[in-house]
């Protein structure tokens, strides 16, 4: 079994920061991929930022220049630090990676609340 717990969430205001961390626990071979996404109120979920298992990383171009994806592969951990928030990155945030366990398959975390509101 394998688990995703999300933390870090909560209301900010506009320009301000939060920092989101996805820890993966459980009988862990190798994580791959870590990915964040987001879903906000009546929109399909989207992908945010991507990050690789060596470190190269990807943003959508909304959060380009704001958001910085990281991972730290000791504590099995995923980061998303958001700079200069706006009232459009009010969402659920989501982490999901790629781990092997017996075998490689997509796990997905519970969501943690972003408000962006003054």
């Known amino acids: 079994q394998v688990q995703l717990v999300e933390s870090g969430g909560g209301l900010v205001q506009p320009g301000g920061s939060l920092r989101l961390s996805c820890a993966a626990s459980?009988?862990?071979?190798?994580?791959?991929?870590m990915r964040w996404y987001r879903q906000a109120p009546g929109k399909e979920r989207e992908l945010v930022a991507s990050?690789?298992?060596?470190?190269?990383?990807s943003y959508t171009e909304s959060v380009k220049g704001r958001f910085t994806i990281s991972r730290d592969n000791i504590k099995n951990t995923v980061y998303l630090q958001m700079n200069s928030l706006k009232a459009d990155d009010t969402a659920v945030y989501y982490c999901?990676?790629?781990?092997?366990?017996?075998?490689?398959?997509?796990?997905w975390g519970q969501g943690t609340q972003v408000t962006v509101s003054s």
């Open positions: 999901k990676a790629v781990i092997r366990t017996t075998t490689w398959g997509d796990y």
């Open positions: 459980g009988s862990i071979v190798s994580i791959g991929t």
């Open positions: 990050i690789l298992s060596g470190g190269s990383t």
